[in-house]
């Protein structure tokens, strides 16, 4: 199996007024491949994950998903294509069910918006890949709980569930363990690697324990700028990287 | 599942309080009333599927109610009655067409810039109809024949005018009811509840939402074209800013959310108009109808959030004796 590359981003840029949130990072996300982006508050890991995803415009560089460029693509389009992603703050529908909104997530990969006479909860496809979703997010005791009135560990399970329910060949994952405890930690791990064989993951990550038991590539970023990228061995050993990031905690 | 059936039958049993109250008071007054009171409940209802459904809120409702009824009017012949079958639909379809061209600019703007913006898409009717011939300026314009469909339906008894009202309600009622539970439906919900994530899942939401201002255009025309035809005249107050207003106090006072809280505001909102407008009871100072009406508007929306059709589980709430009314409820979720 060969380990193609999903997603490739070049030289891309990101300013807001004289601030430079990113700063000509290239990063490229292939299959089979963990990819962690880690770094301080503020060094733009958010940003970066908006410029993938197309929820914020470039101000330079390009954006390549499954070997289209898709830089002028809008945000929906560049999903239908295949690209998933979380969310940092929770961004869930948090008035439906859990099920619903997995259902409705997976809706977008079969919209039939003009049929108007079938009730959604019927529509096989997206039934069936929520509960599919739900099931690998372990979720399935609560498929019928209010979503805004799950545990701060359930809405992040929940923020996964709803990017896999679409499908997705990338995930940009944007810090799904903050905030969980030790067994939700290890259980989001466990499905990362599950996941791991046939998708190119970006994960953005505080949580250093769990980066490096996970990532197979490690990107640090520090004001915008990728200071080093390279398996974790080498950003461990990296003397740039301790000084700039890692410092005297670790 | 119980409560959902629960709801059901209550709907139910409505309409058909509704079929039967001709002959439970059969005075002409009343008829007009509840036909008058059906005609806004549709209006109340196309106006849900934006506010409500869609978390749109329009400000310019009014607009497609006046053109659904000036097209009545103005396509109408003058030696003749025209079809139902067609001149029904070429009311709504023109409130539609015009919902169509405001919902394309407008939707390109969020919040409150959307409201103005709708606001000021009606205004700008409203000065179309009020100072060009072609409205008819203050006076309006009178209807010379009503339509009919063949011999049996014949708009020009009052009866028949109910009856068909009624039913109109009820089909607008059903076809929300299925629109809503479709594909389509949950998605204009998921756009409600966080268009961010709609657009990040891969909905592309404006087709949506435009979708939704047409229908919702069309519905409101079709409420228009049922009042031009109950009236037999129409004038521009019909495109007034107050009766966009009305139509957005009657789906908060009947309960954001709910299509039978579009029909309950429009009933609550509508009766209690009458009441306080009743001389009989009020005398001189019936006069000032709006200060009573506004109150109670003020007062209900102050201790029923949910609107009235959250008043059951407040109720049930206080008999159970927990003293905790839920202030906000959480939207119902769907399956
Ligand atoms: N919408 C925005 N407008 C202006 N500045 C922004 C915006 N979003 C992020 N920034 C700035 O960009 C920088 C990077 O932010 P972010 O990508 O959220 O960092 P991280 O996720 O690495 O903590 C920060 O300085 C932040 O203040
Ligand atoms: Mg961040």
Redesign the interface.
Known sequence: MSNEILLRGQGITRRWGGLVAVNRVSIELSRNCLHAVIGTNGAGKSTLINLL?G?IPLSEGTVELLGNDVTTW????R??AGLG?S?QRN???????V??NC???A???????????????R?PV?THAAREAAHRAGLDKVL?R????LSHGQKRQLEIA?CLA?GPRVLLLDEPLAGMGAEETGRMLTLLDELRPDHAILLVEHDMDAVFRVADRITVMVNGTVIASGNPDEIRNSGEVREAYLGEGH | MTMVNQKAIFVALFFLVLLAYPWLDGGSYGIDLVTKIMIYAIFALSLELLVGSTGLVCFGQAAFFGIGAYAAVLLSGEDGPASILWLLPASAGAAALYALAVGSLSLRTKGVYFIMVTLAFAQMAYFIVHDTPLGGGTDGIYLYFRPILGEWLVLDEPLVMYMFSLFCLVGTFGFLGVLLRSRFGRALAGIKENEQRMLGTGFVTYPYKLAAFTISGALAGLAGFLFAVKDGFVNPELLNWHLSGAALVMIILGGLGHLRGAITGAFAFMLLQEFFKSEAIFGEFARHWHLGLGLVIILAVAFLPSGLVGLPDVLRSRLAGSGVVPLKKLPEGGR
């Not at chain 1, 209010?146 to 009135?149: D, I, K, R």
């Open positions: 995803s929820e809008s945000q929906p389009r999903a239908m992603r969310y961004t869930i529908f948090p008035g439906f069910t099920f619903e259902r409705l997530a809706q977008a990969k079969a919209q039939k918006g003009w049929n108007l006479w079938q009730p959604a909860n529509c997206s019928d209010t979503a805004g009135l709803m679409t």
